[in-house]
């Protein structure tokens, strides 16, 4: 296995400390993690069944997979999937971490990242001793064959879509070559100016799963970052593998939360609440980064703003602290985010409003 880099957001501390320093407190946009409560119809469902001492299965509970099916099927088209190729996980982070070396890579295989990728990518191919490549093209990769491929649309952190052709060319150029594609999709749910559209749709894959997975989490959509909730789903065959693994391992999602999971797919109220929370606070911070200078690129889906001042994102990371506000330097998420900040629409509806109150006021 290769050394790990060093966890990025320790080195946020200076930031953080001068953010806090204001006299209004710190604005934390710097990390994705949910503010708003979780809905009483999840909590009661957690609640229910809390008293069960048993063993959860590793595979969820049938409903809780028939629940994600249906979600899939109704929230995002996504047709011709069995509820035996769905796998609750214990939120999405493990598996990404942990998904090159469950899927039997290793050292002499590569893994494709994006250019500018959630840095859990780069941390998975590491554990499992495998080499990395950032590339967002196809034609970068040579003749080469890589054993597996990361696709994010919505992206972390420039919000970018990938349209259906490209995800197709992807699918199709993996398929020829037998390399797994695994498609974050965690942020599917939050289109703002653009449709995302999963690698499990049919006009991507052509109604086969064949050598394809996509990750899921109710974290950002249902604000269960607190109870690790998600799951991966696609290929039957891949998915079997991982659960035989799994079931060794004891990566089990607890049965508490496998109840609120099912009733969080279910409930597509949950869903467009928070999406409108989300909105909201973007419409606020979108207007008052482009009102003070700020380029904002890309951003048309998701839980971010990809935003410029032109300048090494550190510089500017120092800028925002000293109001108050705290961000992410596009640095965490790879060499090509050197100019650009990202900025969380994680925060509550008060301290939204107060980082745009603070940058009105240059």
Same mark, same amino acid.
């Given at each position: ?169 992807? @699918?199709? &150029?993996?398929? !020829? $070559?037998?390399?797994? #594609?695994?498609?974050?999709?965690? *942020?599917?749910?939050? +289109? ?124 500017? @990371?120092? &800028?925002?602290? !000293? $109001?108050?506000?705290? #961000?992410?330097?596009?640095?965490? *998420?790879?060499?090509? +985010? ?25």
């Amino acid at each position: 296995m290769s050394s790990l880099p060093d966890f990025p957001w320790d080195s946020l501390a200076g930031a953080k400390a001068t953010a806090n320093a204001h006299p209004g407190g710190v604005v934390d946009l710097s990390v994705g993690t949910p503010v708003d409560p979780v809905a009483p119809g999840i909590r009661d469902a957690l609640a229910s069944v809390s008293d069960i001492p048993g063993y959860p299965q590793t595979h969820g509970t049938p409903q809780l997979r028939a629940a994600a099916v249906e979600a899939l099927r109704r929230r995002h088209g996504v047709t011709g999937l069995e509820p035996d190729a769905v796998l609750p996980t214990i939120g999405s982070k493990e598996l990404v971490a942990w998904l090159p070396r469950l899927l039997g890579f290793g050292p002499g295989d590569t893994v494709v990242l994006p250019e500018l990728a959630y840095p859990t990518y780069e941390v998975g191919a590491l554990l499992a001793g495998a080499s990395v490549l950032r590339s967002d093209s196809l034609v970068a990769l040579g003749p080469q064959r890589p054993a597996m491929i990361w696709l994010n649309s919505p992206s972390n952190p420039t919000g970018r879509v990938l349209g259906v052709d490209h995800l197709r060319k992807v @699918v199709e &150029w993996a398929r !020829e $070559r037998d390399v797994v #594609v695994v498609s974050d999709e965690c *942020y599917l749910a939050l +289109g703002w100016e653009g449709e995302p559209v999963s690698v499990l749709h049919p006009t991507v894959n052509g109604g086969s799963t064949t050598g394809l997975l996509a990750v899921h989490s109710l974290s950002k959509s249902a604000s269960l970052a607190s109870y690790r909730a998600g799951f991966v789903t696609g290929d039957p065959v891949l998915v079997a593998r991982l659960l035989e693994i799994r079931k060794h391992a004891g990566m089990i999602v607890p049965r508490p939360v496998q109840e609120a999971m099912t009733v969080a797919l279910a409930d597509d109220e949950v869903l467009r609440t928070q999406r409108e929370r989300y909105a909201r606070r973007r419409t606020v911070l979108q207007k008052a980064l482009l009102d003070n200078g700020f380029q904002i690129d890309h951003s048309e889906a998701g839980l971010y703003l990809w935003a410029t001042r032109g300048e090494d994102s550190w510089q500017t @990371v120092g &800028w925002l602290a !000293e $109001r108050g506000i705290l #961000v992410a330097p596009g640095t965490f *998420y790879g060499p090509a +985010g050197g100019k650009h900040v990202r900025v969380a629409l994680t925060a509550t509806d008060e301290r939204v409003e107060a980082a745009a109150d603070r940058l009105a006021g240059q």
